[in-house]
């Protein structure tokens, strides 16, 4: 299982298909990201959550801490994946709010 960004389909709450950002495995999520989430009280980076594009720029606030957090905490292979995918969501969460009211949904 995998952790993604997903877009949903506002006409009945589906996900749109074609469209996803990987943010991590469930396994790293679970042991590297959460304790990062807790320990920074990050709101909006958690499985689960819907975010809407006036909540992209503390999103993307929340993003630069939690990458911080890692260049601090890891090192190696663990260090290199969890921020490719900071930089992937910090890259694509912009563009991927195709409307004001488009909702994306992490989980």
């Given at each position: 299982?995998s952790?993604?960004?997903f877009?949903?389909n506002?006409?009945d709450?589906s996900?749109?298909l074609?469209?996803?950002?990987?943010?991590s495995?469930e396994?790293?999520?679970?042991?590297?990201?959460?304790?990062?989430?807790e320990?920074?009280?990050?709101f909006w980076?958690?499985?689960?959550?819907?975010?809407r594009?006036?909540?992209?720029?503390?999103t993307?606030?929340?993003?630069?801490?939690?990458r911080v957090w890692?260049?601090s905490?890891?090192?190696?292979?663990?260090?290199?994946?969890?921020?490719?995918?900071?930089?992937l969501?910090?890259k694509e969460l912009?563009?991927?709010?195709?409307?004001?009211d488009?909702?994306?949904?992490l989980?």
């Amino acid at each position: 299982m995998s952790v993604s960004v997903f877009r949903m389909n506002q006409e009945d709450d589906s996900f749109e298909l074609g469209f996803e950002i990987p943010i991590s495995r469930e396994e790293f999520f679970t042991k590297f990201w959460q304790p990062a989430i807790e320990e920074l009280g990050i709101f909006w980076i958690q499985n689960g959550i819907e975010l809407r594009k006036e909540q992209l720029e503390p999103t993307l606030l929340e993003l630069e801490k939690l990458r911080v957090w890692a260049q601090s905490n890891l090192q190696n292979n663990d260090l290199e994946y969890m921020v490719s995918r900071i930089n992937l969501l910090i890259k694509e969460l912009p563009v991927a709010f195709k409307t004001d009211d488009t909702v994306l949904w992490l989980g």
